[in-house]
């Protein structure tokens, strides 16, 4: 018998795509690069050096035949999951005793038993892509819960790690969905939509001296120009990128900074994820290019400001929003009025012109709600956080 292989089998009849990981032992949750290596999923760098990757196991299921030369000698061996698109969920990692209470509290149902007492609990992935989440390093997101998105992965049972076994506690087809969650704590998730928006591109001389053009300022171009679909993707985009700031006297120690930030915005945006790998591989490219001018007047038709408030954030994205997201963004900035003092008529009029159609009453409840003091659930900067949304 073979509980391991039987195991990973049967996820492939569910559709999961799946990774083998060491259990057991020093590397516990490792992926196991030898068994990668052996079923061909290798990488070879610039120098030539091959080492393992589980990459385009996120875009494509390995065979039953892989998997029986991962799993056919199971000893120090566990299974984990590939989180997000192709296996068709995410999973909610409620950590510890902090995370089993705080699961309770949400009223909830886990699907596995973690080795080290927590929580993994599945759900349905969205149609958009979900950035994995730490949320001891996430503001605003709880301390004892993690999210396994698009590019992650969890342990499933029947793993043992040093910490202990992985069970199933319910049947894992019967999957929850991120509706579930209340909308502020989805928000503190990240798992809400994100809403393309605008960004700036600078106007006006390129400055004198040592000074060169702003490289935060061409990253907004490079980010507007993914978001619009004005280019062939976010790798063409970010050879431009690279190739500009190049123009622009940046080293390539600066441009691998930048190019940091514009993976963390626009890697994410769909699948497959672009990556900080594919980013270095088009600097690299464009180090080599034939140079260009540097960037001294406004280029244009691209002349689109940051808002600086959340207020101008909501209105610019008010129209690209469910009516259910709209409801809940005019609420919280009509609570966020409420507090500052602004005049009801004044917040129903902006509401108005926003396009709320209901905005009498939803200012009428955001006020009523300040005066008695009820609590309030979420704030207008998570909810545009959550949707990515950039402003001030």
């Given at each position: 018998?073979?509980?391991?292989?039987?195991?990973a089998?049967?996820?492939?009849?569910?559709?999961?795509?799946?990774?083998?990981?060491?259990?057991?032992?020093?590397?516990?949750?490792?992926?196991?690069?030898?068994?990668?290596?052996?079923?061909?999923?290798?990488?070879?760098?610039?120098?030539?050096?091959?080492?393992?990757?589980?990459?385009?196991?996120?875009?494509?299921?390995?065979?039953?035949?892989?998997?029986?030369?991962?799993?056919?000698?199971?000893?120090?061996?566990?299974?984990?999951?590939?989180?997000?698109h192709?296996?068709?969920?995410?999973?909610?990692?409620?950590?510890?005793?902090?995370?089993?209470?705080?699961?309770?509290?949400?009223?909830?149902?886990?699907?596995?038993?973690?080795?080290?007492?927590?929580y993994?609990?599945?759900?349905?992935?969205?149609?958009?892509?979900?950035?994995?989440?730490?949320?001891?390093?996430?503001?605003?997101?709880?301390?004892?819960?993690?999210?396994?998105?698009?590019?992650g992965?969890?342990?499933?049972?029947?793993?043992?790690?040093?910490?202990?076994?992985?069970?199933?506690?319910?049947?894992?087809?019967?999957?929850?969905?991120?509706?579930?969650?209340?909308?502020?704590?989805?928000?503190?998730?990240?798992?809400?939509?994100?809403?393309?928006?605008?960004?700036?591109?600078?106007?006006?001389p390129?400055?004198?001296?040592?000074d060169?053009?702003?490289?935060?300022?061409?990253?907004?171009?490079?980010?507007?120009?993914?978001?619009?679909?004005?280019?062939?993707?976010?790798?063409?985009?970010?050879?431009?990128?690279?190739?500009?700031?190049?123009?622009?006297?940046?080293?390539?120690?600066?441009?691998?900074?930048?190019?940091?930030?514009?993976?963390?915005?626009?890697?994410?945006?769909?699948?497959?994820?672009?990556?900080?790998?594919?980013?270095?591989?088009?600097?690299?490219?464009?180090?080599?290019?034939?140079?260009?001018?540097?960037?001294?007047?406004?280029?244009?038709?691209?002349?689109?400001?940051?808002?600086?408030?959340?207020?101008?954030?909501?209105?610019?994205i008010?129209?690209?929003?469910?009516?259910?997201?709209?409801?809940?963004?005019?609420y919280?900035?009509?609570?966020?009025?409420?507090?500052?003092?602004?005049?009801?008529?004044?917040?129903?009029?902006?509401?108005?012109?926003?396009?709320?159609?209901?905005?009498?009453?939803?200012?009428?409840?955001?006020?009523?709600?300040?005066?008695?003091?009820?609590?309030?659930?979420?704030?207008?900067?998570?909810?545009?956080?959550?949707?990515?949304?950039?402003?001030?």
């Amino acid at each position: 018998m073979n509980p391991l292989l039987d195991e990973a089998l049967a996820c492939l009849a569910r559709g999961w795509s799946i990774l083998p990981i060491h259990a057991g032992n020093e590397r516990d949750k490792d992926s196991q690069s030898p068994m990668l290596m052996r079923t061909g999923y290798v990488r070879v760098d610039e120098q030539g050096k091959r080492s393992a990757s589980w990459k385009p196991l996120q875009t494509v299921r390995p065979t039953p035949e892989q998997v029986e030369v991962w799993f056919r000698d199971p000893s120090q061996k566990g299974l984990a999951l590939i989180t997000g698109h192709l296996s068709g969920r995410i999973v909610v990692d409620f950590d510890g005793q902090a995370g089993c209470d705080f699961a309770h509290q949400l009223g909830i149902r886990p699907h596995v038993r973690t080795g080290g007492g927590g929580y993994h609990w599945h759900l349905a992935a969205p149609a958009w892509p979900v950035r994995n989440m730490v949320g001891k390093v996430t503001a605003g997101a709880p301390d004892c819960v993690d999210i396994r998105g698009d590019g992650g992965n969890a342990v499933l049972p029947p793993t043992t790690t040093r910490k202990g076994h992985y069970v199933y506690l319910r049947d894992p087809a019967d999957m929850d969905a991120i509706s579930d969650l209340p909308m502020a704590l989805r928000e503190a998730l990240g798992l809400v939509p994100p809403v393309p928006v605008p960004v700036s591109v600078p106007s006006g001389p390129l400055p004198s001296g040592q000074d060169r053009f702003p490289a935060d300022r061409i990253l907004d171009w490079a980010v507007q120009k993914v978001h619009r679909g004005d280019v062939g993707g976010r790798n063409d985009m970010g050879y431009r990128l690279a190739w500009v700031l190049f123009n622009n006297g940046y080293l390539p120690d600066e441009v691998r900074r930048v190019g940091d930030t514009y993976v963390a915005l626009v890697g994410q945006l769909n699948l497959p994820a672009y990556t900080h790998d594919e980013f270095l591989a088009s600097m690299r490219s464009a180090l080599s290019a034939p140079r260009g001018d540097a960037w001294g007047h406004q280029r244009p038709g691209e002349t689109v400001s940051v808002p600086r408030t959340g207020a101008e954030a909501l209105e610019d994205i008010f129209s690209t929003l469910e009516v259910e997201a709209q409801a809940r963004g005019a609420y919280l900035l009509a609570r966020e009025w409420a507090v500052q003092g602004r005049a009801v008529e004044q917040t129903v009029r902006y509401l108005r012109l926003m396009g709320h159609a209901e905005a009498a009453r939803t200012v009428r409840q955001a006020y009523v709600d300040h005066e008695l003091q009820r609590p309030l659930d979420g704030t207008l900067a998570g909810f545009l956080s959550a949707r990515r949304v950039r402003y001030g």
